[in-house]
């Protein structure tokens, strides 16, 4: 019979030691590949697009780790300081203090201690790096932080703790003990009625007066009964707040935008309230909500007709503001619009079609270059009468519209110079396209030329 | 300042506390501000019995003050919290001595404020001392000189390695005290750079609204709304905005508001009041009657605000959309009839009518140098109820009575057992007459301190309360802040 011991051991064999110093153990090494991971994802996230391959395997690469260090020992915690990240008391990132370095950007907002818990999903991920990318390097006066941020996206698996002292102690310390609550001494006399006029301001109160005495909330007769909700009341309120919305501010901030443009008189302000519309105008256009765009559009054009006539210090804030509006990439973005044409409401269209003949001549002739693109034969359609209502007006249009390499537009221009009967411009545009390669243009140019008597 | 606490002081201790007062207040203000104008006053009549014909020196060491050679004794409390932040304040600075000299006792008010802003300016330079001393000779502040930190007078530094621990206080666990004091901090600051036409970000704002709401939600005790009931006479404007700020988010919890309109409503309520910044101070506290021409710049207020936040406050469109309408609307009314007149038809928001709620019950209950006695918060609300449909919010002023009750927390109550009390916690929603209280009692020294917290809803064997209310009044009327008994 072989004998199955696996190994002799000399009976003065000195015991077995542990792994030698250095070598780490099985959570720090999964915590090292996690940490790894969302550090490459933190240095590449946005460099390609969200669809690309290297995106979507840094994501998955992401994930897979804090997932696997999820599963075995549960949350992925770590402190954050000024130039590393500390995990169970040791560094296991360390970089110069800089916007490239993660832990300086969460250390200098705030975060002192950074978790993944188990169950984190890819969205959330994602979201993490659209958050740290976009606060990564802070502005002068910034609105929010990386802090504010995350708070507001509420990532259910992913936690900080932040301090919200913000400022050291010493110099925020409010002594409550030495705040007077009362008035100065000298205000002992008379009877001081409060101001003149409407409002909760204008009270007058006499302590020692019956009246006042009256008025206690103690003295309502069934406070009790008032002051329960009934069942109707309590789905009022929730009515309530479910129709508060974000767009509902948007609405009402331009209405009164456009309020304090017609009652201020200083140019900051007309600078300001035209920046505002301006970025609400764009937000409208990229979220193709064109009504909304076009309201404002139309309601700068009437301002800045005031402005001409009686407000000539705010010319440079419209000029300003129609300098950003009119930009060839917000035209191209508009012409974007087309392909969603079939999804689009009626009164989106028209709006969006309001919007492009309102725009000057020369966008116009940005339109003509990209009328090749607009495929939909009804976009189609309305695109030529766009360009139509800008060429009866401008005669540059018209020229760069009739010599488009797009037949219906070639067509549509003839037919513009038909009806405007004007001899010396058909002498202008027309004759060299008796010699035009399209049939019907090269007829319909004969008409034309005949119709002048030009032969 | 309040007096009975500053008379406890030592005068060693009146003195430490001016400088550090003065040193917050230039912080803050303009020095011609009647706020640290009365810092001067406390500081030269806190120097008077202790400067010599050698004039005074303050000195640091080992942790402790030494003033003309004798150790102030360390007293537990609000001075010694106190006097750490100014003794850090130093020791940040590098500072070790101040000595003064018998000048400084007819130096001009300009001069005193200059000094205040060097001792601020010196923490930004690596010789800090040393530059002080050059700028106080260059600006002719010679009645002061500083001295160099001796090594070993500061506090103990961590030892090499150790690692800084010091987590956040945990939130729902956060202190009240701070937390309203670094909210009141970040609208300071907004409203100083917007007093110098400075484009401000609303970052550090933004992060206290998110603090304060997170507080609202995960607080056992409302204790934030204890903090609401802080009455600063002299600092009216800010202490009201935090107040209404915080009123606003309790009534948007009560709606189960979401988070993020929380933090809008949070914003707007710090905000509503910003174009007052820009108002003349003898006009916000003018105590006669003001003339019409007066009275309609003050109106301007609410359309000043939208005006500046859409003007300064650096954040995007949606963001200042949500954030100028309230501001904009919460003297509009409920049925529009208020101010600014501009034809304004469209509904007020939401938001703006839980601000309109919370900044007119602020308001009532505040001390004003109009108002001889302000109203005690049941006859504010008593008040409020009349304008049920027409000023305010039906069933929003509803939501407000249930959750503050017939007696609103800091409420001062009489009881018929002669005691006097304070309302600490609202009443149940079954009887809203009778709420928690804390007893005060009298210190003999002209102050009280905290009691027993009681339940007026408490009943004895016999089925009758144990203690009854006979009468309520304002805590200012015994010269009280609700906040110091209840958090």
Redesign the interface.
């Known amino acids: 019979m072989n004998d199955v011991t696996a190994v002799d051991v000399p009976p003065d064999a000195p015991p077995a030691v542990p792994p030698a110093a250095g070598l780490k153990s099985a959570e720090i090494l999964a915590a090292e590949k996690a940490v790894a991971a969302i550090m490459t994802g933190v240095k590449n996230f946005g460099v390609f697009a969200p669809e690309h391959a290297s995106t979507i395997n840094m994501l998955q690469g992401v994930l897979r780790a804090i997932t696997q260090y999820g599963e075995i020992f549960g949350s992925l915690i770590f402190e954050v300081e000024r130039q590393s990240l500390v995990f169970q008391g040791k560094p296991i990132y360390e970089g110069p203090p800089g916007d490239d370095n993660p832990a300086f950007v969460l250390f200098r907002a705030g975060i002192s201690r950074f978790e993944f818990a188990p169950g984190l999903e890819e969205n959330e991920v994602v979201r993490f790096f659209e958050i740290y990318n976009h606060y990564r390097v802070m502005a002068d006066e910034p609105d929010d932080d990386l802090v504010s941020a995350l708070w507001r996206a509420g990532l259910p698996h992913i936690f900080y703790e932040a301090s919200y002292e913000l400022w050291s102690e010493a110099e925020t310390a409010v002594d409550y003990d030495a705040l007077s609550a009362l008035a100065p001494a000298d205000s002992d006399g008379p009877e001081v009625t409060a101001r003149p006029g409407k409002g909760w301001e204008a009270l007058r109160v006499e302590s020692s007066s019956d009246n006042y005495r009256k008025v206690s909330l103690a003295l309502l007769p069934n406070l009790n009964e008032y002051c329960a909700l009934s069942q109707a009341e309590q789905e009022t309120l929730l009515a309530m707040v479910a129709e508060d919305t974000p767009a509902g501010g948007s609405e009402a901030a331009v209405r009164l935008m456009f309020m304090l443009l017609a009652r201020e008189s200083a140019a900051p302000v007309h600078e300001a309230a035209l920046g505002f519309l301006q970025e609400v105008y764009l937000n409208f256009l990229a979220n193709r909500a064109f009504q909304r765009a076009y309201f404002i559009l139309d309601n700068i054009r009437k301002e800045a007709m005031v402005a001409k006539e009686s407000k000539p210090w705010a010319l440079p804030a419209f000029e300003k503001f129609y300098g950003v509006v009119l930009q060839p990439e917000i035209i191209d973005s508009l012409v974007a619009a087309w392909p969603h044409f079939g999804a689009m409401g009626a009164m989106e269209v028209k709006a969006l079609g309001a919007i492009l003949q309102q725009l000057p001549a020369k966008i116009a002739a940005q339109l003509v270059a990209q009328f090749n693109k607009v495929e939909i034969p009804e976009a189609q359609k309305l695109f030529v009468e766009i360009i139509v209502q800008h060429a009866r007006r401008d005669r540059e249009v018209l020229a760069a519209a009739l010599h488009s390499e797009v037949e219906q537009l070639t067509l549509a221009m003839l037919a513009v110079i038909r009806e405007l009967n004007d001899r010396n411009l058909v002498e202008q545009l027309l004759p060299k396209f008796r010699y035009d390669s399209r049939s019907q243009v090269r007829q319909e140019t004969m008409r034309i030329l005949a119709s002048h008597n030009i032969y | 300042?309040?007096k009975n606490?500053?008379q406890k002081m030592s005068s060693g201790e009146q003195l430490l506390?001016a400088l550090h007062?003065l040193t917050?207040m230039v912080?803050i203000y303009q020095g011609n501000n009647q706020l640290v104008r009365n810092c001067l006053v406390q500081l030269t009549e806190s120097m008077t019995p202790l400067m010599t014909g050698a004039g005074l020196r303050v000195q640091l060491e080992n942790g402790r003050f030494f003033i003309n050679e004798e150790k102030l004794p360390r007293r537990r409390g609000?001075v010694e919290?106190?006097l750490e932040?100014?003794y850090?304040?130093l020791t940040?600075r590098g500072i070790g001595a101040l000595q003064f000299r018998t000048g400084i006792m007819t130096a001009p008010p300009e001069a005193l404020v200059g000094f205040a802003v060097l001792l601020n300016e010196c923490g930004e330079r690596v010789d800090g001392p040393d530059w002080l001393d050059r700028q106080f000779r260059e600006s002719g502040l010679d009645w002061v000189s500083v001295q160099v930190l001796a090594a070993g007078s500061e506090r103990p530094a961590r030892a090499a390695g150790e690692?800084?621990?010091?987590?956040?206080e945990?939130p729902g666990q956060?202190s009240p005290?701070?937390?309203?004091?670094?909210t009141?901090?970040?609208l300071r600051d907004v409203a100083q750079k917007i007093s110098v036409n400075q484009?401000?970000?609303?970052?550090?704002a933004?992060?206290?609204v998110?603090?304060m709401v997170e507080e609202v939600f995960l607080q056992e005790q409302p204790l934030l709304l204890a903090m609401s009931t802080?009455?600063?006479?002299?600092?009216y404007t800010f202490?009201h905005s935090v107040n209404v700020a915080i009123l606003s988010l309790y009534i948007g919890r009560q709606?189960?508001?979401?988070?993020?309109?929380m933090?809008c409503l949070g914003v707007c309520g710090l905000f509503h009041d910003l174009g007052k910044v820009t108002l003349p101070y003898d006009l916000l506290n003018k105590?006669?009657?003001?003339t019409s021409e007066e009275?309609a710049q003050l109106r301007r207020h609410s359309?000043d605000s939208?005006?500046l936040i859409?003007?300064?406050?650096?954040?995007?469109?949606?963001?200042?959309?949500?954030v100028?309408?309230p501001p904009?609307e919460h003297?509009l009314k409920y049925d529009l009839s208020?101010?600014p007149v501009?034809g304004?038809t469209?509904p007020i928001?939401?938001?703006g009518r839980i601000l309109t709620i919370a900044d007119?019950y602020d308001?009532?209950t505040s001390?004003?140098?109009?108002?001889?006695?302000a109203?005690?918060a049941?006859?504010a609300?008593?008040?409020?109820?009349q304008?049920l449909g027409t000023?305010f919010d039906p069933?929003i002023l509803?939501?407000f009575?249930?959750m503050l009750g017939?007696?609103p927390i800091g409420t001062l109550l009489e009881l018929d057992n002669g005691e006097i009390a304070l309302v600490s916690r609202a009443p149940l929603?079954?009887?809203?007459?009778r709420p928690w209280v804390v007893i005060l009692r009298e210190d003999g020294q002209g102050g009280f301190v905290r009691g027993a917290e009681v339940n007026l809803a408490e009943q004895d064997r016999d089925g009758g309360y144990c203690r009854r209310?006979v009468g309520?009044s304002h805590?200012?009327s015994r010269?009280?802040?609700p906040?110091?008994f209840l958090t």
């Not at chain 2, 484009?199 to 550090?204: F, T």
């Not at chain 2, 105590?287 to 003001?290: D, G, K, V, Y």
Request: proline share 4%; with cysteine; aromatic share 8%.
């Open positions: 300042m309040e606490a500053y506390h007062s917050n912080r609000v919290h106190v932040l100014f850090e304040f940040v690692r800084e621990r010091r987590r956040p945990p956060r005290r701070k937390v309203y004091a670094y009141l901090r970040s484009r401000v970000g609303m970052r550090k933004v992060r206290m998110q603090t802080i009455r600063a006479y002299d600092d202490t709606l189960g508001l979401p988070r993020e309109t933090e105590s006669e009657a003001l009275s359309l939208t005006r859409v003007q300064l406050l650096a954040a995007p469109a949606d963001r200042k959309s949500r100028m309408i904009f003297h208020g101010y501009l304004w469209r928001s939401l938001c007119v308001a009532l001390p004003r140098v109009y108002r001889k006695e109203m005690s049941d006859r609300l008593g008040l409020m109820v304008g000023v069933l509803k939501v009575i249930r017939v007696y929603a079954e009887d809203l007459h209310i309520s805590p200012s010269n009280i802040q906040a110091s």
